[in-house]
């Protein structure tokens, strides 16, 4: 899908492709990013009915979470997890519970369903 470089509303996926297992990523670009610069990634999942989506960057270091494709929760499936050095952040809001970053958040994105598409964009 391409972004309507009018909006800051980004297009991710159909509303139907979120299932309560599954965690997709994407890309997203910062709005007024200098043309040709490298977008984000992000990851957008449903936590109970919400739909939440973050900046895939541990605010440890700056690096992504996940160690493996669509991987980013802990072994017991209850808080998001940096794997490198295992920060362990709450799924609702973002916040680190756990870790080196102890007390930082991961950068939340707003997210929106128009015509069954999900969108995201930075938080104003
Ligand atoms: S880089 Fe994520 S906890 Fe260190």
Redesign the pocket.
Known sequence: MTSTPASPWQPVCRRDEITAERIVEFRIQRPNAEPGSMPLSGFLFLDGDELRAYVNQ??????E?NWMPGRFMDSDNLFIQ??????LFKPGTGECIA???QGDALTALDTRIENGEVQIRFQE
């Open positions: 541990c605010p440890h270091l700056g690096i979470l940096c794997s490198t050095h295992g920060a870790g080196p970053c």
